[in-house]
């Protein structure tokens, strides 16, 4: 029985997303190119392409580990629907992962469950129209708009995001106080003490470290019931 | 005005963008259909899947305007329909500058400076146009392979997946809270307040479970002001 309502659910969710986020994705990456076309086009601006070349190599060398270490990284959290989600409107770990969180929270579904993974599937998508509206308002009349916000106000939004993940830690190390107290305890001494490491390390370094120590433990206490 | 900027914020170019952008709505409102769609099968009704929805939309409110703060001083350089463009998908302002940095540097001038005309512009765009496409080519090609590797560590055990799931969350939010804690002065602040009124606000909500859609907001905005008091 559990096993034909997991076949149902993939059959008519799982199934269509993939379909449905690959084509997505694809579509944007060809899309993605028109602005470039665009000024080749009507002004004639198309650079050498040993330009083009080089320009992608430095900017990939800087960022070319994260095209994969991301996406593999925020998997545990975000499941093949906020996946395809999250790594086409981006803001992943300041907005997808938090509202996604807020949503579950709030309905109070259980995790890892398929009802939690559509309520998280529906708070993504509310945050991706939210975002598309302030930021396409931001596009078009965001200089004026600036004017109305006090100077204050600016100065606080510098600290919007330790805000965002202090609690967003705090939310889930109330949870599980022990995997939160591992996370943290490792984070702080590799970034204080370590130092050396590099961004595309310290991050599956981080969630892969506390998946093994949460999935070591809960396995320790299933054995011992 | 710098004479590229006229070209970068020619109103032809606001259409070009327009699709991607256009892209990014659909996709969201597919996936919420399916999910809508899907939702008996999974013991969640109607009212839950709207207000998860509705949820996700007022608590991204916050961290939205945060990057509509950011966008201004980028729409500064690249000018408005790319800046639209590039921050309605995956990227950040960072790495987006980063990316227009290195097409000028490619080029041989300095980003915004002398010589940066409109053919270097145009590098500055294919840099970020390449650098974005990495992410969405290896989401498009992998992702439903991830979805294999999940089920083969918690074997359909959808307990062992949640907490999996919480370590991965904590393992991140630990990283990216990290840095600001080293950081110190307004940043450790922030977190730290922002921290512990999530702790208070969560006991709260067991009492008021209305309230717990608004934690975030709230504990961010308790966070933040208590960084600017302290700052001064």
Same mark, same amino acid.
């Given at each position: 029985m559990e096993n034909n309502k997991n076949q149902a659910y993939y059959e008519g969710f799982t199934k269509p997303i993939i379909k449905t986020g690959r084509w997505t994705l694809f579509l944007a990456v060809a899309l993605c190119f028109l602005p470039a076309i665009y000024l080749w086009i009507r002004y004639g601006a198309l650079p050498p392409i040993g330009a083009i070349l080089t320009g992608w190599f430095l900017i990939a060398s800087i960022y070319g580990s994260y095209y994969f270490i991301e996406p593999i990284s925020f998997f545990p959290i975000l499941g093949v629907a906020g996946t395809y989600m999250s790594f086409l409107a981006g803001n992943i770990g300041n907005m997808r992962v938090p509202c996604a969180a807020v949503a579950q929270e709030a309905l109070k579904v259980e995790p890892g469950s398929e009802k939690a993974e559509l309520v998280a599937t529906l708070g993504i998508a509310g945050s991706i129209i939210t975002n598309l509206i302030v930021v396409t308002i931001a596009a078009i009349a965001g200089n004026g708009l600036m004017?109305?916000?006090?100077p204050v106000v600016i100065k606080a939004f510098e600290f919007v995001l330790p805000a965002i993940f202090g609690s967003m830690f705090a939310m889930f190390a109330v949870k599980y106080p022990k995997y939160g107290a591992f996370a943290i305890g490792l984070t702080l001494f590799l *970034?204080?003490? !370590?130092? !050396? *490491?590099p961004v595309y390390i310290l991050i599956p370094v981080c969630v892969f470290s506390t998946i093994i120590f949460a999935t070591t433990s809960y396995k320790k206490k299933a054995k011992q019931q | 005005m710098k004479e590229y900027l006229k070209v970068a914020n020619d109103p032809m170019l606001w259409l070009m963008c327009l699709p991607v952008v256009a892209v990014v709505g659909i996709q969201a409102i597919i996936f919420s259909k399916k999910a809508f769609a899907s939702a008996n099968s999974v013991q969640l009704t109607k009212k839950e899947a709207k207000d998860a929805f509705r949820i996700g939309a007022i608590s991204a409110i916050g961290p939205a305007v945060a990057v509509f703060v950011v966008m201004l001083g980028m729409m500064a350089v690249i000018g408005a329909p790319m800046t639209w463009l590039r921050l309605s998908i995956i990227g950040s302002a960072p790495a987006e500058l980063a990316a227009s940095t290195m097409g000028a540097k490619a080029m041989g001038v300095e980003f915004g400076g002398e010589g940066y005309g409109v053919i270097e512009y145009a590098n500055s765009v294919w840099a970020m146009t390449l650098n974005g496409i990495g992410w969405l080519l290896f989401c498009g090609l992998f992702t439903h392979k991830l979805d294999g590797l999940r089920n083969k560590i918690s074997k359909g055990d959808s307990k062992l997946t949640g907490e999996i799931g919480g370590a991965a969350m904590l393992g991140a939010m630990a990283y990216l809270v990290g840095g600001h804690l080293i950081a110190g002065s307004g940043n450790l602040v922030a977190a730290l307040v922002a921290g512990i009124a999530m702790i208070l606000l969560g006991k709260l909500a067991e009492k008021l479970p209305k309230l717990a859609e608004y934690n975030l907001g709230i504990a961010m905005v308790i966070g933040m002001v208590a960084a600017v008091l302290y700052v001064g």
């Open positions: 004017q109305l916000f006090p *970034l204080g003490v !370590v130092k !050396v *490491l | -």
